[in-house]
């Protein structure tokens, strides 16, 4: 049950919310761009033209995704039509200016071709309940965010990225929240974007902390992948990569350009075996490649970080079929030689062979990776924590992807989480993750529990029923992918 709530006035107008059973407020459908039609389509986010009468905020506003992905992934992701994609979610304990409450912004995952701000996962409900105003953002996706076209600007979804920061910060206050107290923080692709927003120079200032779970960066991700990315797209559909030439497709159109896209086949060289539409260095907004800047440079070197992944990320996925290539040949194209293979398939020989080139791409994907960043900025003595989500579902036996979200969002009563979960997923561990997250929000540390991440004791959180502190769980990890 809600009702009607108060008004609130922003850069671009008055809004009108609604009040929900427990009290909170939540404001939909915000435009912090305008429509990314017309000319706009392919061009950086413009400030949405101003209004004057209150903007209806009671329901969701359009989706960047175009197809309905509940039936395929683990979190249902509404597709909600519309142009106005560049749209963000509200939600607050009370729309006071005086109550300086800190804020959470959460980018939504998607592989950064779907995914969807609208999912009940991200209701910000229980934040509101304790202390914290949580923004869920819009940004465009595929094809329109990320390919590399000649005659537009690059990385158009990074640029919407910034645009919703920036209309948290000039607006947020209005809503009871502190523009000083901005902490950005996504899954996978969401994860990927806080990583990447650590090494864009137009985000500083724009956060003060940084929670990037199960993050997922492209490499390689320079301009060259870029390039043939878009080269692959011609080559494949006979369409020009331009914005002039891709300006008047319809949005069926554009996805089937994006399938062929994502299409396995020799002539892919150059570009990443996952995520070939994604944040790439272009040499202006993003200077150096995101894990470049963030394991070698400075990136992001005041900025507390909470990062990890969940223990079998992508380990459901099956290995090589019998007409299929070898397994050391797989585990080859992600980067080990032959002694490299037989350690890596010792290492993992517990888990079954049938799960050992899924847990190739959990490694490949999110936990070296991450480990990376952790390792590097332990040698600098920044603020960093590092975890494992290692409860396993009785759905499937595995701490999989997307796992994680209703416990740190304390929704266990979400739509979905159950066939996700089991019918009795721990209370207990959803409110330990959930308050260690409001406590990094809040204060910057996620409490006395979990220590620092260093270069000596590289200390990690394992969450289970018993969330756990262990000493460099992921030792076998670095030995493989990073030594």
């Known amino acids: 049950m809600s009702t009607t709530g108060p008004t609130v006035v922003t850069t671009g107008g008055p809004v009108r919310g609604e009040r929900r059973a427990d009290g909170s407020l939540r404001f939909l459908g915000i435009p912090y761009a305008q429509a ?46 519309g142009a106005g994609v560049l749209n963000l979610n509200v939600f607050t304990p009370e729309a006071d200016p005086a109550a300086a409450l800190p804020v959470l912004v959460w980018i939504h995952g998607g592989g950064y071709v779907a995914g969807s701000a609208a999912s009940p996962w991200y209701d910000g409900a229980t934040f509101n309940r304790d202390g914290v105003l949580l923004v869920s953002i819009g940004y465009r996706l595929g094809i329109e965010g990320f390919l590399h076209l000649e005659d537009a600007p690059d990385n158009r979804g990074v640029r919407d990225w910034v645009a919703a920061l920036e209309w948290v910060r000039d607006n947020i206050a209005a809503f009871g929240g502190d523009p000083a107290k901005v902490t950005v923080a996504g899954q996978s692709a969401g994860g990927g ?81 996952l995520l ?57 194209g992600l980067g080990l030689d032959a002694a490299g293979a037989a350690a890596f398939t010792e290492a993992y020989a517990e888990g079954g062979a049938e799960r050992l080139f899924g847990q190739a791409l959990t490694d490949v994907t999110f936990r070296a990776p991450n480990l990376a960043v952790a390792d590097a900025r332990a040698a600098h003595g920044r603020p960093t924590w590092l975890y494992e989500f290692a409860w396993r579902s009785p759905v499937m036996g595995l701490a999989f992807h997307c796992l994680d979200l209703p416990f740190a969002f304390d929704l266990l009563d979400a739509e979905g989480v159950r066939a996700a979960a089991g019918e009795a997923p721990p209370q207990v561990l959803a409110d330990a993750l959930h308050q260690a997250w409001v406590a990094f929000v809040t204060r910057q540390d996620p409490g006395a529990d979990w220590p620092r991440y260093t270069a000596e004791g590289r200390a990690t959180m394992i969450w289970d029923t018993e969330p756990r502190i262990a000493a460099d769980p992921l030792e076998r990890v670095r030995g493989l992918w990073l030594d």
């Open 193 to 273: 974007a806080v990583q990447t927003l650590l090494a864009v120079p137009a985000a500083r200032g724009l956060f003060r902390g940084a929670l990037s779970v199960s993050g997922a960066l492209p490499r390689p991700d320079g301009p060259e992948a870029a390039r043939a990315a878009s080269r692959l797209l011609t080559s494949r559909t006979g369409v020009p990569a331009t914005a002039a030439a891709l300006g008047d497709l319809g949005d069926d159109e554009l996805l089937a350009l994006r399938d062929r896209l994502s299409e396995p086949g020799p002539d892919r060289e150059g570009l990443p075996p």
């Open 276 to 332: 070939a539409l994604a944040p790439f260095a272009d040499g202006e907004l993003i200077p150096v490649p995101a894990l470049e800047a963030l394991t070698t440079g400075g990136a992001g070197a005041d900025v507390p970080l909470m990062l990890g992944c969940t223990e079998d990320e992508f380990t459901m996925f099956p290995g090589p079929g019998p007409d299929g290539p070898p397994l050391p040949v797989l585990l080859g």
């Open 36 to 81: 990314p039609v017309g000319d706009l389509r392919f061009a950086a986010p413009v400030p949405p033209e101003p209004w004057s009468e209150p903007l209806d905020a009671t329901a969701y506003g359009p989706t960047a995704q175009r197809r309905p992905f509940a039936e395929v992934t683990t979190i249902p992701e509404p597709s909600v039509p």
